[in-house]
């Protein structure tokens, strides 16, 4: 079946440093691609997302490119701050296969990152 | 806009007892999905429903969770009787029609003694 598997944590880092969450997925169809971040004592929050090969998710400075020859879609951001200190989740979902049906996300466990100042 | 709605946010319940947590979509999302989260199991889906009708349950752990969707506006979910193992954060998604980002509740983080 379909599954989402990320590198585990708790990722430490240091406050302007470069950071990479790895994500590969097992997929047996086209799915689209997501990065939830889930801050402490609060609900699963949407960061990115690409819908197709090749697209490239960005926002708030965190990137992930949609790669089906690696089936990647691992998270960077050029210079983390400490408001970054979070739970990332990678997922995938399939396009809803019936009109006005929305898809279920299939989540990965869970990397954990710490910004030290 | 108001987001997804949860209620309660906290639950603390003895052993034994009936909890049920509800949960507001979002005007116009059409489906509805609850999640829990565990520190062992991470995050896992337990059911969704579109238009109101539950599409998949086979994430509920067994009889003593159900969940309804009596109308487009509010879903609950309960367990009765609850056990310790039920403690968790418990999180409501909901979707547009033809779409598949989720956005989530806050959560209930419930405490089974």
């Known amino acids: ?117 | 806009d108001a987001g997804v709605i949860q209620s309660p946010r906290h639950e603390v319940t003895e052993m034994g007892q009936e909890v049920t947590l509800r949960c507001k979509p979002i005007s116009g999302h059409n489906s509805l999905f609850w999640y829990r989260q565990t520190m062992m199991r991470g995050l896992e889906l337990l059911i969704y429903f579109n238009n109101n009708v539950p599409i998949d349950d086979s994430g509920m752990p067994e009889d003593r969770f159900s969940a309804k969707m009596p109308n487009a506006s509010f879903s609950t979910l309960k367990i009765q009787p609850s056990e310790p193992r039920d403690s968790a954060v418990y999180f409501c998604a909901s979707s547009k029609p033809v779409y598949n980002e989720q956005f989530f509740g806050p959560g209930t983080r419930l405490t089974v003694l």
């Open chain 1, 1 to 117: 079946g379909d599954s989402v598997t990320q590198m585990e944590g708790p990722v430490t880092l240091s406050e302007e440093a470069f950071l990479t969450i790895n994500c590969t997925y097992t997929a047996t169809g086209y799915p689209s691609l997501f990065w939830y971040v889930q801050y402490p004592g609060e609900g699963l929050q949407l960061l990115l997302k690409a819908t197709k090969a090749d697209d490239k998710g960005s926002n708030k400075g965190f990137e992930a490119t949609y790669r089906k020859e690696t089936t990647s879609f691992h998270l960077e951001k050029g210079s983390v701050q400490v408001s970054d200190s979070a739970v990332y989740f990678c997922a995938l979902s399939y396009p809803p296969p019936i009109y006005n049906q929305g898809g279920k996300l299939i989540f990965g466990q869970g990397t954990e990152l710490s910004v030290k100042p």
